[in-house]
């Protein structure tokens, strides 16, 4: 028979958990952080001390090893630090094996306890006893108290007690506190479960609508704990996703009214800050039928054809109850398989390139490729002097390309570097460019067009170019080509900023260290008088590289000269001077 000895050991810890987490488990081990372990039978149990307290189990099924952790990482199903702290735990110190059913009396261990000896000890007690001591553990328990009311009123009679589900379940979810901090979400969280727990139990009984009912009530309660409790973990959030989905079983489960339960998905729906029962439509349309679908959609109706239609001017303009309005009603849309109406629901706010954008989407997926060029196309030439043009650009790019259409796509990222004359656009001109076979001509164009540029620079609000009309970006341009004469002729003719300065001198030092000492010198003093520690350890780093260069000049005294003119110009600057000390420059 396999036993938890022949599967537990350091390798199948570390296979389980991968180097990382098992690292971080032998750390957790040594650190003391494991408490309250315990086995029974081939099951072993304990509490690891983290960020909170978490919960580890360990099993044999099917002769394999199963686990479960509390943390969020076991909830995703993975085998984290914690199982490998439990499992090292109980290697360091393993009990000898008996089975569940057949386990003589045994020696607690020192430090652990013994749940074999417990059950023993339970097993010869008379019924009472062990009512008695339920009992008294519940009246100070609030939790364990809770936990039996919830077993009773679900299970404990011929009929269920709702009103005590539903007391159960207001006391979970209205905090004692005016606030729930971080690290209390833990304990919060875990009492809501526990109710839900019992309301599941209730759907399988048979009573799907009374926890419709208790579902509702709970996401009410639920949207206004989000306003005093701490959900940075995302556990609060877990639970109103667990609520919806009993929600949405116990409709599938039980029998409610279509066009009731319309009339309610979409107060919930609407009234929540939180997007709870987002989208409902496409989660509820099974239970709903034709007849909640036509009531549901009647009232989006109702709403969304009050709102006038947007365009271009209005792209400012943001009405949070339009937005949730129209969302609900593409949903309907959508469910409908109507590409017409989408597109009509979706054009009636053409307020925001993205808008013109989510129609040509539509086209191209139905595979009408002109089509939704057309409506690219169209979003273009409304939002031509607007800057928030990219995911048109992109698409446009796309759509040319699939359908051979490459010098059109050229020419869209050309109205992007025009606009916006930048490095990256001249990236993207010749990558488009090259797939069109043309770059010899685009380059010529665009060196062209930044050279116009530096002579008149534009006043367009809408073109990002930089406000002097020096070389600096033709000068960018040429170094990414690797055109470093060319590069420095410009700077020399048309300027330069100066961190272009310095890279052509990091360049020039290899070839040309004579150009080198007339851009180094002034971009030092440049820094030293900015007055804060960062420039000066990047003044005391061209130093460094310009006592190399002067040096293989052979002017090297020179250079001492130029480093004593700063140190005497500069004396109270104390942390620039101790930077020269440090480096030996004087």
């Not at 040096?551 to 004593?564: H, K, S």
Request: proline share 4%; hydrophobic share 40%; aromatic share 10%.
């Amino acid at each position: 028979m396999t036993t938890l000895s022949d599967r537990l050991d350091e390798g199948s810890l570390r296979d389980l958990a991968g180097d990382r987490s098992f690292q971080r488990g032998v750390n957790y081990l040594e650190e003391g952080r494991v408490h309250a372990l315990a086995q029974y039978g081939d099951r072993i149990t304990a509490k690891v001390y983290g960020t909170h307290t978490y919960k580890v189990d360990l099993w044999l099924e099917a002769d394999d090893l199963e686990y479960t952790c509390t943390c969020p990482l076991g909830d995703e199903g993975l085998f984290c630090k914690h199982c490998v702290a439990v499992g090292l735990a109980w290697i360091a110190e393993p009990p000898p094996y008996y089975p569940a059913s057949d386990v003589p009396a045994l020696a607690h261990r020192q430090g652990y306890a013994d749940m074999q000896a417990v059950h023993d000890y339970l097993a010869r007690q008379a019924p009472e006893t062990l009512v008695q001591m339920i009992l008294d553990r519940a009246m100070n328990d609030d939790r364990w108290r809770q936990q039996l009311l919830l077993l009773v009123a679900a299970k404990g009679g011929q009929k269920p007690d709702i009103d005590q589900v539903r007391r159960s379940l207001i006391d979970a979810l209205v905090p004692d506190d005016d606030y729930i901090e971080y690290d209390e979400v833990d304990g919060y969280v875990e009492d809501i479960e526990t109710v839900l727990a019992s309301m599941t139990d209730l759907v399988k009984a048979g009573y799907a609508d009374e926890v419709i009912d208790l579902c509702e009530l709970a996401v009410s309660l639920l949207e206004e704990a989000f306003e005093c409790v701490d959900d940075s973990s995302g556990y609060v959030s877990r639970v109103a996703e667990s609520i919806q989905d009993l929600h949405h079983q116990a409709c599938l489960a039980g029998q409610p009214d279509p066009t009731d339960l319309a009339k309610r998905l979409f107060e919930l729906e609407t009234r929540s800050d939180y997007g709870l029962f987002y989208n409902a439509i496409a989660t509820y349309a099974e239970v709903l039928g034709e007849a909640g679908l036509a009531t549901y959609e009647a009232l989006v109706d109702k709403e969304w054809r009050q709102f006038p239609n947007l365009d271009h001017e209005d792209i400012n303009h943001y009405d949070s109850r339009r937005s949730q309005i129209s969302q609900m009603k593409e949903a309907i849309a959508r469910h409908r398989g109507n590409l017409e109406e989408l597109v009509n629901v979706i054009g009636k706010d053409l307020s925001q390139p993205g808008r013109y954008v989510a129609i040509a989407e539509l086209y191209w997926e139905a595979g009408q490729l002109e089509t939704a060029i057309e409506w690219a196309e169209q979003g273009m030439a409304v939002f031509a002097q607007s800057y928030r043009t990219d995911q048109l650009t992109t698409f446009l790019i796309h759509a040319y390309e699939q359908g051979d259409r490459f010098e059109d796509a050229v020419t869209i990222v050309w109205q992007d570097f025009s606009r916006s004359p930048t490095l990256s656009n001249y990236q993207r001109l010749k990558v488009q460019a090259e797939k069109a076979q043309s770059w010899p001509q685009w380059r010529d164009r665009a060196l062209a067009h930044l050279l116009h540029l530096m002579e008149h620079p534009p006043a367009n609000a809408y073109t990002h170019y930089p406000p002097h009309n020096d070389g600096s970006l033709l000068v960018e341009v040429l170094l990414w080509e690797g055109e470093s004469e060319s590069a420095w002729e410009t700077a020399q003719t048309q300027g330069c900023n100066q961190k272009l300065w310095l890279r052509l001198a990091d360049q020039r030092a290899k070839t040309h260290p004579a150009d080198v000492p007339a851009i180094y010198q002034p971009a030092i003093d440049s820094l030293i008088n900015q007055m804060n520690n960062d420039a000066y350890a990047q003044a005391v780093d061209l130093l460094l590289k310009l006592k190399a260069v002067m040096t293989q000049l052979d002017q090297a005294a020179e250079f001492q000269t130029f480093v004593t003119s700063l140190s005497h110009t500069h004396k109270r600057k104390r942390n620039f001077t101790k930077l020269l000390n440090h480096q030996g420059l004087i």
